[in-house]
């Protein structure tokens, strides 16, 4: 039988920069189904919207 592992503070670990989105996308986008694709997408351009507005570009491109 194997020993059961003790579950506490070392056993947490925070995810920084991209692993947060690449190991648990639906903690970010809700979903790792289609809705969350639909979600991010729709973040991405807004975002890039915004930061247009703000004058940071003059064209947003999506491929």
Known sequence: ???K???GNESISALKGAD???KRPGVIFG???LDGCEHAVFEILSNSIDEAREGHGTSI???
């Open 1 to 3: 039988m194997a020993k």
């Open 61 to 63: 491109t999506v491929t």
């Open 31 to 33: 979903s790792d189904g």
């Open 20 to 22: 947060r989105v690449r």
């Open 5 to 7: 592992q003790d579950y």
